[in-house]
């Protein structure tokens, strides 16, 4: 690929990425190829091919062998045992960790109660004003950082 | 079968507040090895389990 070319993919790959969460952040829900294509106007095949390289970046994870959005950290598209209650609206988080991004990430208060799919226990985690006013229970890491994308959805 | 790690939600709330707060920038970039690294330090999270290398 010549560097004009590389330059002009890269410019498409940081709107679309950035589309994409700005839909979730305003829906809750990860937007379809064909939702980007209408909001860029670019082609549904363009924004696809957008997908898989944002996927391969590792800045999006698609849903296997499919275009649908899986996760767009810290969002999950698809219902997860973490639930953020946000002043704006609820999301999905992919874990724990995820569930604390969603807050920082926005600026918002959010409350998530959540059971630990480990060991059940409940986890109960608020934000309000920036703080950490109620915290109970711990975060449990199975898989050590440099792991993280061996296995994301296990991760 | 990885034992993990455990941290307390303080721990992981300040880990939050520096991980992800750029996400929603036009120029957001996965982070290198170097930075992740020192995010962790800065909250404390050290030791094998949180070593990159």
């Given at each position: 690929?010549?560097?004009?070319?590389?330059?002009?993919?890269?410019?498409?790959?940081?709107?679309?990425?950035?589309?994409?969460?700005?839909?979730?952040?305003?829906?809750?829900?990860?937007?379809?190829?064909?939702?980007?294509?209408?909001?860029?106007?670019?082609?549904?095949?363009?924004a696809?091919?957008?997908?898989?390289?944002?996927?391969?970046?590792?800045?999006?994870?698609?849903?296997?062998?499919?275009m649908?959005?899986?996760?767009a950290?810290?969002?999950?598209a698809?219902?997860t045992?973490?639930?953020?209650?946000?002043g704006?609206?609820?999301?999905?988080?992919?874990?724990?960790?995820?569930?604390?991004?969603?807050?920082?990430l926005?600026?918002?208060?959010?409350?998530?109660?959540?059971?630990?799919?480990?060991?059940?226990?409940?986890l109960?985690?608020?934000?309000?004003?920036?703080?950490?006013?109620?915290?109970?229970?711990?975060i449990?890491?199975?898989?050590?950082?440099?792991?993280?994308?061996?296995?994301?959805?296990?991760? | 079968?990885?034992?993990?790690?455990?941290?307390?939600v303080?721990?992981?709330?300040?880990?939050?507040?520096?991980?992800?707060?750029?996400?929603?920038?036009?120029?957001?970039?996965?982070?290198?090895?170097?930075?992740?690294?020192?995010?962790f330090?800065?909250?404390?999270?050290?030791g094998?389990?949180?070593?990159?290398?």
């Amino acid at each position: 690929m010549n560097s004009h070319l590389q330059q002009e993919t890269e410019t498409l790959d940081r709107a679309v990425r950035l589309t994409i969460y700005r839909h979730l952040v305003d829906t809750g829900e990860a937007p379809a190829a064909a939702d980007i294509a209408k909001v860029l106007n670019i082609s549904q095949l363009i924004a696809e091919k957008s997908y898989l390289r944002l996927d391969t970046a590792r800045a999006i994870v698609l849903a296997p062998s499919t275009m649908n959005i899986w996760m767009a950290h810290p969002f999950s598209a698809v219902p997860t045992p973490y639930r953020v209650q946000t002043g704006k609206r609820p999301y999905w988080a992919n874990c724990a960790w995820d569930a604390l991004n969603i807050p920082a990430l926005l600026g918002v208060d959010a409350q998530t109660v959540a059971h630990c799919p480990d060991c059940g226990g409940v986890l109960t985690m608020t934000i309000r004003g920036g703080q950490l006013l109620s915290a109970e229970g711990v975060i449990h890491f199975a898989v050590p950082p440099r792991r993280f994308w061996e296995n994301i959805g296990f991760t | 079968m990885m034992r993990g790690d455990v941290i307390s939600v303080e721990q992981c709330w300040a880990l939050a507040k520096i991980w992800d707060v750029d996400r929603l920038r036009i120029d957001w970039r996965r982070k290198t090895v170097e930075e992740i690294e020192a995010i962790f330090d800065k909250v404390g999270l050290r030791g094998p389990f949180w070593s990159l290398r």
